[in-house]
């Protein structure tokens, strides 16, 4: 269905104003009061600490001062961007996209809350995969990431561990070594009910760094390959950019997507690369990799080479 073409009044329950200025990262300015948010306007740009008034229990916004008016999400885009109703139905639509799936549709699935997993693993950082990758050992401790020698969940995997954008551990996922069972399987595998679309990896390592150039890769290991040659990366696990990724990625200044280099990873960049534009201030530049090659599998003159392209 043309995005056009969708009502209002379905856009309207599938985005929130909340989540609007969320992902424009127009939050930070505006205090929470019980139901309410109140801050500067974002539609005039004033700087009145209480000109903008908005209700989240019926999802409207109001602005007492320049604008002298207000209404729902559709009248909120519309005034921001100055623009008319069908771009602002394709912005929504597009914003819908990205969003979490509505809470609603997991009352059919009640599964349990994903319960973190914080026990220490002792990890053999000389894995031959490892090796394999150009991750080094201290590389592999730092990033705790090894073989795993024991039984359960990661038996016969390379284990690396996850933690959210706070740094918390809350788990390991594994890469599986027989290639059999990565056949059938695919390479990795999670614990169950772990929020992946809420990760994304590495980001506590480098948090302190979104005023730099940030690297988003596929898989951890080309995060580990570019901390060796000094570049704050990221990882998506996957090759989809969820909403909240989206706000992680939208904290940083400069982003550079570097995709693998087959057709998924190529046509998942496009995308992400709008997404990243539309929603965020970040300036965004796409790295296309050699047919078939990860970034792990360049060698890191290679990985620079990539990057270096990129300065003005
Ligand atoms: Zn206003």
Redesign the pocket.
């Known amino acids: 269905m043309h995005p056009s073409t969708l009502a209002f009044s379905h856009l309207k329950h599938r985005v929130s104003i909340e989540q609007v200025l969320t992902a424009r990262g127009m939050m930070t300015a505006l205090k929470q009061r019980g139901q309410r948010l109140i801050g500067p ?1 974002p ?2 740009r ?1 700087d009145h600490p209480q ?2 008034v908005v209700d989240l229990s019926k999802d409207l916004w109001h ?1 007492f ?3 002298r008016g207000g209404g729902d999400v559709v009248d909120l885009v519309r005034r921001m961007d100055h623009s008319r109703y069908p771009d602002v139905a394709r912005y929504l639509a597009s914003l819908a996209q990205v969003l979490p799936t509505p809470a609603r549709a997991e009352v059919n699935s009640p599964a349990r809350p994903y319960r973190p997993y914080t026990r220490n693993l002792r990890l053999n950082p000389h894995a031959p995969l490892l090796v394999e990758k150009g991750i080094r050992a201290q590389t592999a401790r730092r990033f705790e990431a090894g073989a795993y020698h024991g039984p359960g969940f990661l038996k016969g995997c390379v284990a690396v561990r996850l933690h959210d954008p706070e740094g918390r551990p809350i788990g390991y996922a594994g890469r599986r070594l027989d290639p059999r069972l990565a056949e059938q399987y695919g390479k990795w595998k999670f614990p169950s009910g772990l929020p992946k679309r809420d990760i994304l990896y590495g980001f506590h390592r480098i948090a302190s760094r979104l005023r730099q150039r940030i690297a988003v890769v596929e898989c951890p290991w080309g995060v580990m390959r570019l901390a060796q040659i000094g570049i704050p990366a990221v990882a998506l696990l996957g090759i989809a950019l969820s909403h909240t990724q989206l706000q992680l990625l939208g904290q940083a200044s400069r982003v550079v997507l570097m995709l693998d280099g087959d057709q998924a990873g190529r046509s998942a960049s496009h995308r992400i690369v709008e997404t990243l534009n539309k929603y965020t201030l970040a300036q965004v530049h796409r790295i296309d990799l050699p047919q078939d090659h990860d970034p792990d599998d360049l060698d890191n003159w290679q990985l620079s080479r990539c990057l270096l392209s990129l300065l003005p």
């Open positions: 306007c539609v005039h004033g000109a903008f602005c001062t320049q604008c």
